[in-house]
Structure formats: structure tokens, C-alpha cells
């Protein structure tokens, strides 16, 4: 299968800035889009940004002009320049994927998540 690892999670002041990193893992074949989700207690998951394997990015409102998705394709990386943080950007960061796998004599795809990092940004 594939695994997903999130690093660079901390606590920041607020205007300042934090890097997310995610590396995935296992008998990948090929991943499609990457990208971050984040929640915040009593919120639901919702989209931070996404990139695919052809460099196109798509951002969450709230988040554009201050955040940054990249990704390296050749060491299945992708990461999150995040740069004037607020106080609301405090959540749980989860890393996604949508990879194609092998699996004994069969490929297969599928969606996967990091375990998450934590972001909190105080006022």
C-alpha cells in the first residue's frame, strides 16, 4: 500500500510562517494529486490546497496569497509554505494522495492520509 509522513508542524505567532513536508511511501506506481486538508476542533476536514503530477494547484479561498503547495514528483514529496499565518489557520494538517499501487500481481488505486500534524498559530 502506500504510507503517507507529515513533518513541520509547530506552534508559531501570528504573520509568521511554518513549512509542511509529507513523503509517501510503499509500492507506488504513480500518484495523481497531492495535497493538504486541515481541521479544526468541532470543523469539518476541508481543503487546503492540491496539486497534481502536472504542477496544476488549486487553494482554498482563505488561503490564497499566503500559502504555497509544491511538489517533487521524482521523491513523491509535497509541501506547504504557509507565510503570514492566523490565528484561524490553527488546525490539524493531513497529507492526501491519490496513487496507484501494485499489490501481489495487481494495481490498484486509492486515496491515503498522513496521520496529520498540528499547526497552531497564537494571537
Known amino acids: 500500500q502506500v504510507q503517507l509522513v507529515e513533518s513541520g508542524g509547530g506552534l508559531v505567532q501570528a504573520g509568521g510562517s511554518l513549512k509542511l513536508s509529507c513523503r509517501a511511501s510503499g509500492s507506488i506506481l504513480s500518484i495523481n494529486a497531492m495535497g493538504w486538508y486541515r481541521q479544526a476542533p468541532g470543523k469539518q476536514r476541508e481543503l487546503v490546497a492540491v496539486?497534481?503530477?502536472?504542477?496544476?494547484?488549486n487553494y482554498a479561498d482563505s488561503v490564497k496569497g499566503r500559502f504555497t503547495i509544491s511538489r517533487d514528483n521524482a521523491k513523491n514529496t509535497v509541501s506547504l509554505q504557509m507565510n503570514s499565518l492566523k490565528p484561524e489557520d490553527t488546525a490539524g494538517y493531513y497529507c492526501?494522495?491519490?496513487?496507484?499501487?501494485?499489490?501481489?500481481?495487481?494495481?490498484?488505486?486509492?486515496?491515503?492520509w498522513g496521520q496529520g500534524t498540528q499547526v497552531t498559530v497564537s494571537s
Open positions: 492526501n494522495a491519490e496513487a496507484r499501487y501494485a499489490t501481489g500481481i495487481s494495481v490498484k488505486q486509492g486515496t491515503f
Open positions: 496539486i497534481t503530477s502536472g504542477g496544476s494547484t
